[in-house]
Structure formats: structure tokens, C-alpha cells
């Protein structure tokens, strides 16, 4: 059983950075795709980045260019790092993680086999 527990969220003002984290554990697959999401109040969840076993990264438009996934390996921890943020980019972020894939691909909400509780992140205009 798989259990992913995500931290870091908070208030930020809008420009401001922000780093989640989310440590994993159980997580015995060799291969998998990790994935960070986000709902914000009234929308639906979206894909926001993912990073596979070997490091590859993709990213969603609304994250390309301001924010970064990475993940070490030897903490079952992944990261997204938030730069540049915009009062759109609050909500409410999940990890999420699909089991025994080589590649993200397109980072899919119904691909993922388990979820973290959350992170709310806040950014103020």
C-alpha cells in the first residue's frame, strides 16, 4: 500500500515562491510516474506536472516556465517548487502516483492509482 503525504503549502503573496513536498511511502515499483494536481474552488482537478522514474519531467501550460517537479529518490520525497506565482494558482494540491509505467505521458487524473490528502496553497494579489 502505497501512502503519499504532502506538506508545504500556505500563503504567499503573489510573485512569491513556494516549495511542496510529498513523501511517499511503500513505494516498491521500479517504474512509475509521480504527478502533482491541483483543484481550486469551483473547478475541476487538473494535472500540474509530473516526473517519471528516470527523471522526466512534463508540464502542464499552466505550470511551464514558473514551476519545477523533482523528486530524491533515496527520500521517497517529491517536490514542486513554485516561482513566480498568480492569485490562479490557488488551490488545493495533490500527489498522486501511477504504478508500473515507464513514462508520465499525458498526466491524466484517471491514470493515477493513489492520492495524497492535499496541500492548500493561497496566493494573495
Known amino acids: 500500500q502505497v501512502q503519499l503525504v504532502e506538506s508545504g503549502g500556505g500563503s504567499v503573496q503573489a510573485g512569491g515562491s513556494l516549495r511542496l513536498s510529498c513523501a511517499a511511502s511503500g513505494l516498491t515499483a521500479s517504474s512509475y510516474c509521480m504527478g502533482w494536481f491541483r483543484q481550486a474552488p469551483g473547478k475541476e482537478r487538473e494535472g500540474v506536472a509530473g516526473i517519471d522514474r528516470a527523471g522526466r519531467t512534463s508540464y502542464t501550460d499552466s505550470a511551464e516556465g514558473r514551476f519545477t517537479i523533482s523528486q530524491d529518490n533515496a527520500k521517497n520525497t517529491l517536490y514542486l517548487e513554485m516561482n513566480s506565482v498568480k492569485p490562479e494558482d490557488t488551490a488545493m494540491y495533490y500527489c498522486?502516483?501511477?504504478?508500473?509505467?515507464?513514462?508520465?505521458?499525458?498526466?491524466?487524473?484517471?491514470?493515477?492509482?493513489?492520492w495524497g490528502k492535499g496541500t492548500l496553497v493561497t496566493i494573495s494579489s
Open positions: 498522486a502516483v501511477e504504478l508500473w509505467t515507464l513514462s508520465c505521458g499525458r498526466l491524466g487524473q484517471e491514470k493515477m492509482d493513489y
